[in-house]
């Protein structure tokens, strides 16, 4: 199979050859799933969310609606890899409307609450309330969603 060969999922989600999707995983309707992205076993996508290509969202992590993943972000659940050990695990919670910047990094048992923003190149190593958007390693506040959408819409 060539790369870049588009793969109908039920409910008009889509994922782009080649990439993985683990079995048991929940894929709501309208996900798209990039090249070469790893979305691990037993993950929930909800309604709308799109992961870039070369993302990794390991197992057990659940991610809400119109939650977007930019390219070659991590999101772990293993504190202690490699463990091998699924009862040591602590699965990601990502809320509805978040954003993980490319190449960020959110570290295992963490909630990105609702709408908030995790910078491209951040390390999140804490809980990131709603609506705030945090930058840096380690990832801390720099400003509202609401003052983000607003620079966003004007440069």
Same mark, same amino acid.
């Given at each position: 199979? $060539?790369? *870049?060969?588009?793969?109908? @999922? ?5 994922? /782009? &050859? ?5 079995? $048991? ?27 870039? *290509?070369?993302? +990794?969202?390991? $197992? @057990?992590?659940?991610? *809400? $609606? ?6 070659? &972000?991590?999101? @772990?659940?293993?504190? +202690? ?7 040591? /695990?602590?699965?990601?919670? @990502? ?20 709408? &908030? ?16 958007? /945090? ?14 959408? &607003? ?5």
């Amino acid at each position: 199979m $060539d790369g *870049g060969e588009r793969i109908d @999922l039920p409910n008009g989600s889509v994922a /782009w &050859a080649p990439c993985y999707i683990g079995k $048991d995983c929940q894929i709501g309707s309208n996900v798209s799933i990039g090249c070469l992205a790893h979305v691990g076993r037993n993950v929930t996508l909800g309604d709308a969310t799109r992961i870039q *290509g070369g993302a +990794y969202v390991a $197992d @057990l992590s659940s991610l *809400g $609606d119109n939650v977007f993943i930019g390219p070659n &972000a991590t999101i @772990l659940n293993d504190k +202690y890899p490699p463990s091998g050990n699924p009862d040591l /695990w602590e699965p990601v919670t @990502l809320e509805n409307g978040v954003v993980i910047g490319g190449g960020a990094t959110v570290l295992p048992g963490l909630i990105v609450h609702e709408n &908030a923003v995790l910078a491209a190149g951040s390390i999140l190593t804490k809980n990131l309330p709603s609506g705030e958007v /945090w930058v840096g390693n380690p990832a801390r506040f720099h400003s509202t969603r609401e003052e983000y959408e &607003a620079r966003r819409d004007t440069e």
